[in-house]
């Protein structure tokens, strides 16, 4: 009894050649013995003759890790020769090694935590129970990785082919970025090659116990500026504009030398300040604005130091959009702010000055002169402001135009009202006053203050005489105040005008 196919086997079958001396019937599977060793196991399928003294025997349905044996039993086996004489005794058989157990992963060793950027690589370990020899003929074993965004990469089989420690790399590239999603599949794929052990059985690819990869962050993507925009409203006189910057991460090392300012026509400026709002956001200020046009804000990639946390450097410039202004140099202010009509502009017609219309009063002639003093009323029958004398049951003028309208000069002396009086003590005679308020008052006491015919004291007479033929008012009031001030005293306290009567005093 020997061995068909190679031993040790991993295949789920084997085959037995079995020869006797010479020609016999009879043969069949009860006729044998199956004896294992280790885990192995399986069950006689068939017993197939080949001739008429040989005999093909097949075991299948194996599993586990041993040997197998097959043996012809000693007795009761019903084999008998052309004569019909039986077999005398049993016979020990050829021995296989069984390994149906296939390889399988015990453990993923995983990169150390920290930040990996382009040009380096991470390797993971994969441990297995046994041996594993790989085959990259077809294609080369790899772990898929699936990034932040989505995007999956692969560590490639590298080494250690035919131990039980299997090394694959990833090497970081630019543009890749992982984080808190850095996961390694659940499997190896084999992407066309095959890993078995030395027995042929193919290697059970699934990942069992892979490290913890929170971790490792692998950062190889360069900062992106996404956007420059106008801080507005813009006014057409405003002397600076401020411009606000964003990126997609947080970097450091923006300054005024990474921007350039871009205008058309005559309009120009100058990037004043940079300052950082946050982690991912900064404000340009571009003032000493000049001209007309439009200006825009160029962030310049190249050299200009702008990096993320992992050090990635700024690859890619920005146009930011574009802000039209109107600046005047610097000149006269108001110019600037409100420059002249042009010589086509329509002008408003001028307007002539509006005299106010004169308003009649039904109870003043048109002939004379209008009063010092207004007539105030509050309609109705009431009577007006001032009107404080009354005569006869009826209203007589104001104090004031009693003093001064007085027409008796009948009365000598010096027994005017308050020093005015007619006669000698006549202030104001027959002057312009004493003719303007001259007239009687009915039904009220006559006070002789204006009627110069009286005045007695003919030096003083002559020499105070104006053009009136009288003293005017201005002497006579010097005099008043040479003689008595008193009387002006009190005269400033009829007339309630102190200081008019004291200026002209």
Do not use: C
């Not at 790989?134 to 080494?159: H, M």
């Amino acid at each position: 009894i020997v061995r068909v196919d190679a031993s040790p086997s991993s295949g789920d079958s084997v085959r037995f050649t079995v020869t006797f001396s010479e020609e016999v019937s009879g043969v069949d599977a009860s006729d044998f013995n199956l004896v294992f060793g280790g885990s192995a196991a399986g069950s006689i399928s068939s017993v197939t003759a080949l001739d008429g003294h040989t005999y093909t025997v097949l075991v299948g349905g194996l599993s586990g890790l041993g040997s197998l044996r097959l043996d012809l039993a000693n007795s009761g086996t019903g084999i008998l020769d052309a004569a019909g004489n039986a077999i005398a005794g049993g016979l020990t058989g050829a021995s296989y090694s069984i390994d149906r157990i296939a390889p399988s992963v015990v453990s993923v060793d995983v990169p150390a935590s920290g930040t990996y950027v382009a040009g380096q690589t991470l390797d993971f370990i994969v441990n297995t129970d046994e041996a594993v020899l790989v085959d990259s003929g077809n294609g080369n074993p790899r772990l898929a990785i699936t990034l932040d965004n989505g995007r999956v990469v692969f560590a490639d089989y590298v080494s250690t082919s035919g131990g039980t420690r299997l090394l694959f790399r990833l090497e970081v590239t630019s543009g890749m970025a992982g984080n808190s999603t850095f996961a390694v599949a659940s499997s190896i794929d084999l992407n066309g090659g095959s890993l078995r052990d030395a027995h042929g059985n193919d290697a059970n690819t699934a990942l069992n116990n892979p490290g913890d990869t929170r971790g490792i962050l692998v950062d190889a993507k360069a900062p992106q500026p996404s956007s420059i925009v106008v801080d507005g409203p813009v006014s057409p006189n405003d002397r600076s504009l401020s411009f606000t910057l964003t990126f997609d991460e947080a970097v450091s090392g923006v300054d005024a030398g990474d921007f350039s300012v871009l205008g058309s026509n005559s309009a120009s400026g100058v990037v004043q300040s940079v300052q950082q709002v946050d982690a991912r956001s900064y404000r340009i200020v571009v003032g000493d604005l000049r001209g007309q046009g439009s200006l825009s804000l160029s962030l310049n990639a190249p050299n200009s130091g702008i990096q993320d946390s992992a050090g990635n450097a700024l690859a890619v410039s920005l146009l930011g959009q574009a802000q039209a202004i109107q600046s005047q140099d610097v000149g006269d202010l108001e110019y600037r702010l409100n420059p002249p009509q042009t010589l086509g502009a329509p002008q408003a017609a001028l307007q002539a000055p509006q005299a106010p219309a004169f308003v009649a009063d039904a109870g003043v002639s048109p002939l004379l002169p209008q009063p010092l003093f207004d007539v105030r009323t509050v309609g109705g029958d009431l009577q007006p402001l001032g009107t404080i004398f009354l005569g006869a049951g009826s209203s007589a003028p104001s104090f004031i135009a009693q003093v001064f309208g007085s027409s008796d000069s009948g009365r000598g002396g010096l027994g005017g009202f308050l020093g005015f009086g007619g006669g000698d003590g006549g202030v104001f005679g027959s002057s312009a006053l004493a003719s303007v308020f001259s007239h009687e008052v009915p039904g009220v006491s006559e006070m002789n203050v204006f009627n110069g015919s009286q005045w007695k004291q003919s030096d003083l007479n002559q020499g105070l005489r104006g053009v009136f033929g009288a003293p005017t008012f201005g002497q006579q009031l010097q005099q008043i105040n040479e003689t008595d001030q008193r009387h002006v005293r009190e005269l400033a306290k009829a007339l309630a005008q102190p200081t008019e009567i004291g200026q002209r005093a």
